[in-house]
């Protein structure tokens, strides 16, 4: 139910200031406009949809000791080729506790499945790296991405091997 606080929100806020003091409106113009001239800067983050079969995946933590957790799991490409995506082998992160509770659609991937993906270079996340991230038993020498999209895993089953 909208604006019960018990579900999630997809949504993003952007923009938000608090001030101390009242604003006449020509100054509140004046902070809009600067703002929307620092959002123009931005440069739109480059994704890529993939099908990707997992290889290997991590353990995710007690959510006790880490509600917010990131795993990294280990695919490798099965599209046969994606506009711009040139690695064959990869890491992904995925939500693997948040808010204190296990992400089970991440929890329950399989080995050796062939999943489809939306992702985003986990660098052009800096928000990501105060989260603990596990990585046991993966390759860290390959590329790190991020899984967005709907839900929280961002993915979509395929019947693909």
Do not use: C
């Not at 440069?43 to 795993?71: F, G």
């Not at 659609?105 to 993906?117: A, I, K, N």
Request: proline residues 5%; charged residues 25%; hydrophobic residues 40%.
């Amino acid at each position: 139910m909208p604006g019960s606080g018990g579900g999630d929100w997809a949504g993003r806020l952007e923009g938000v200031a608090i001030y101390s003091r009242f604003f006449e409106a020509q100054e509140a113009q004046q902070h809009y406009g600067a703002y929307l001239a620092r959002l123009g800067e931005n440069r739109p983050v480059k994704r890529w949809t993939v099908a990707a079969v997992l290889l290997r995946k991590v353990s995710i933590p007690e959510p006790k000791l880490y509600p917010q957790t990131l795993v990294a799991y280990e695919y490798e490409l099965r599209t046969p080729s994606v506009e711009s995506f040139k690695v064959v082998r990869f890491l992904v992160v995925h939500w693997g506790a948040l808010n204190g509770a296990i992400q089970t659609e991440v929890r329950d991937l399989h080995v050796g499945r062939t999943y489809r993906m939306t992702l985003e270079r986990f660098d052009d996340h800096p928000q990501l790296r105060t989260i603990k991230l596990v990585t046991q038993r993966v390759a860290l020498d390959l590329p790190l991405f991020y899984t967005i999209g709907d839900g929280l895993s961002g993915m979509d089953k395929t019947t693909q091997r």
